[in-house]
């Protein structure tokens, strides 16, 4: 799957996926929307990879269709004009047209079905998780915390102003004083839950987005395969300060995971290194 994806990105984006390719060697990976970006950010896990195929697949099945619409009316304008062709056909009738006409768009829609349903499905259905994580979407912040491990506090994520955005050198509207913190190579599990409004917690690169409803807990899952700071935001119209719902999630190998639980799963505090931070919050002061 993941050499087919290669090959189909590369007839779309070879520009693109080279650039990326360069930028993964860089020591804090940081994957999120990327000036004059226009593709579909990096896949960090297999649910994004499958996106992508299904995406590529549709686009070269659309664009195979709208280049061949596209020849037939210029064919027909020209070779059937009223000058080239004063008596016009009385024909309203082929059988054999009419069959490829019914039939060729169904194995098309078959074949976009087929991967569709694959991809809903592991979308849906959790595989078994090592680990589980619980997000709450909270009037304007996130709040996490690790339900699997006892004495470790829920900690809120609040976004960075524009300020301290440049001044710890990550994009505004995306960066967070304390991100999630998750191991690579590790399914977790995600329970998504809200303690006001609807928000909705999506990651691009992880293929994820999720609601986050009150009352209500969904969950789903994702494994990263590489280090690095993965950017989303809140993509639920929840209210005024919407779009200020950053989602940062740090992933670290599986040793500075467990040093991170062992000595409390106290996040690392962004706000602390900058003048008159207010500090990472616990989520029950
Ligand atoms: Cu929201």
Redesign the pocket.
């Given at each position: 799957m993941r050499a087919l994806n290669a090959t189909l990105s590369t007839i779309g984006a070879g520009a693109l996926a080279l650039m990326s390719g360069i930028a993964a060697f860089a020591q804090d990976k940081q994957v999120g929307p990327t000036d004059g970006g226009w593709w579909l950010p990096d896949a960090a896990t297999p649910v994004m990879e499958e996106v992508h195929f299904v995406h590529n697949l549709v686009m070269v099945i659309i664009t195979a269709i709208v280049i061949f619409v596209f020849l037939l009316m210029a064919y027909i304008l020209i070779r059937f004009r009223e000058s080239k062709n004063p008596v016009p056909s009385k024909t309203s009738h082929n059988t054999l047209i009419e069959v490829i006409w019914t039939v060729v768009p169904v194995i098309l829609l078959v074949i976009i079905a087929i991967p569709s349903m694959n991809l809903l499905y592991k979308q849906d259905r959790l595989p078994e998780t090592e680990m589980t994580v619980k997000v709450v979407?909270n009037?304007?912040n996130w709040i996490y915390s690790y339900p699997d491990y006892e004495g470790v506090e829920e900690f809120i994520s609040n976004p960075l102003d524009e300020t301290q955005s440049r001044e710890v050198g990550q994009p505004y509207l995306l960066a967070t004083d304390a991100p999630l913190i998750v191991p690579i190579n590790t399914r977790v599990k995600v329970l998504v839950t809200s303690v006001n409004?609807?928000?909705?917690w999506t990651v691009p690169a992880f293929g994820i987005k999720m609601d986050?409803v009150p009352g209500i807990i969904n969950e789903t899952w994702f494994e990263v395969y590489e280090e690095g700071t993965y950017f989303g935001q809140?993509?639920?119209?929840?209210?005024i300060r919407?779009y200020k719902?950053p989602i940062e999630v740090k992933a670290v190998s599986k040793e500075e995971f467990a040093q991170f639980i062992a000595s409390g799963g106290i996040p690392e505090d962004k706000l602390a290194r900058l003048d008159g931070g207010a500090g990472v919050t616990a989520a029950n002061d």
């Open positions: 979407g009037t304007w409004n609807m928000h909705s986050a809140c993509s639920e119209i929840c209210g919407h719902m």
